[in-house]
């Protein structure tokens, strides 16, 4: 049976990717002087305004104006921002259900973790493409002023029986200057071409290029959009390959299970799949606000097991534990890492922690 699947990809000067490196970047420096900091500083932006809100409760000092006009200035905004500011600490009725004698969840909420033999990187092809363009237009666009960070791109693949056999449609908009000429041409030779290379096995016929079908893309970034943290949770994951949560990760410290819980949702379903256990797996998890331990459990092979569904059940149980505080300190999530994690997708990368493969007990 064959089926084409699309997933989607931003790079930093997207407005909404770029909310999500600053809120990134703020955890991150509180993470440096305080590592049981409680984050959840947000941001929005629109022309030449940045609002920054949320919840810290940290012995942190943080210079949010600085980080966040560092940020601007390094994806490319000349201009000058007004920033507006209303940070408050956490609520005492979320601190007293989350910081028990044993680290509980600080919110309730479903997570899923998904992982798939289809590439090395057991990830979906689709979106594992459309990060490795974004990642090689981040490296051309910076060699030249004809181009700015914001840009985006869309990958189609065709699947036959579940498999990935062809890289059918491969859309891309990217934001330049107003005199750049031959946009097609840079675009295929500098960024396209050497992000395909690897990728010669999945090229059955030519590839449909769409490059800039809007015709022109001058207006860029908070002049162009608005842009909020956490509006990209396709992006973040699998492309829409696999199934989502309900909350997004960037700006949260690890007892959000939104994001720690995702993480090793994954961390699971990719050990399951690189044990050969499975060729693809899907984790839900699902957790309570103030409970040390999940409320439930659910692991989806799609047919693809080795083993029973059961004997992968107890696999899991003998080899891992999903509670809050064993997934902070089993990842080390309490470093300040998350930075690097905010663009171009929260999977995949083996310098992750919840990426590295480990030898389970069967």
């Known amino acids: 049976m064959k089926k084409n699947l699309t997933s989607e990809s931003v790079n930093i000067g997207h407005p909404d990717k770029t909310c999500d490196v600053i809120a990134d970047a703020f955890l991150d420096e509180a993470l440096k002087q305080d590592k049981n900091a409680q984050m959840a500083v947000e941001c929005s932006i629109k022309n030449d305004k940045l609002f920054i809100y949320g919840e810290a409760s940290t012995t942190a000092k943080i210079d949010y104006n600085r980080i966040a006009k560092d940020i601007l200035k390094e994806i490319g905004y000349k201009n000058s921002f007004t ?34 033999n289809e590439t090395p990187e057991f990830m979906p092809l689709p979106i594992l493409l459309a990060h490795k363009i974004m990642k090689q237009y981040e490296i051309y666009r910076k060699t030249t002023s004809e181009f700015f960070a914001d840009a985006k791109c869309q990958v189609s693949v065709e699947y036959e029986n579940d498999k990935p056999v062809n890289i059918e449609t ?6 330049h200057s107003a005199d750049c000429k031959n946009l097609n041409d840079k675009i295929k030779q500098n960024v396209l071409e050497p992000a395909l290379y690897e990728y010669k096995k999945f090229i059955l016929k030519p590839i449909n290029f769409i490059i800039n079908p809007s015709g022109k893309f001058t207006i860029w970034g908070s002049f162009g959009d608005s842009g909020t943290v956490g509006r990209k949770i396709v992006v973040d994951t699998y492309g829409g390959i696999a199934k989502v949560g309900g909350g997004c990760f960037s700006s949260k410290n690890a007892t959000k299970v939104d994001r720690s819980g995702a993480y090793y949702a994954r961390y699971v379903a990719k050990n399951l799949v690189a ?14 606000i103030g409970l040390e331990k999940p409320i439930s459990l659910n692991i989806d092979t799609f047919g693809t097991e080795k083993v029973s569904i059961e004997n992968i059940y107890q696999i899991v149980e003998n080899n891992f534990d999903f509670s809050p505080n064993n997934i902070i300190n089993e990842l080390g999530l309490l470093r300040p890492i998350y930075k690097q994690t905010a663009c171009y997708g929260h999977f995949g990368n083996p310098n992750f922690p919840w990426e590295k493969i480990i030898h389970i007990l069967k």
């Open 275 to 288: 044990s050969n256990l499975c060729d693809k797996c899907e984790i839900e998890v699902s957790y309570g």
């Open 170 to 175: 491969i859309l891309i908009s990217v934001s």
């Open 83 to 116: 920033i507006i500011k209303e940070i408050s600490i956490q609520s005492p009725d979320i601190s007293q259900a989350v910081i028990k004698k044993t680290l509980c969840a600080n919110d309730q909420g479903i997570v899923f973790g998904y992982a798939t």
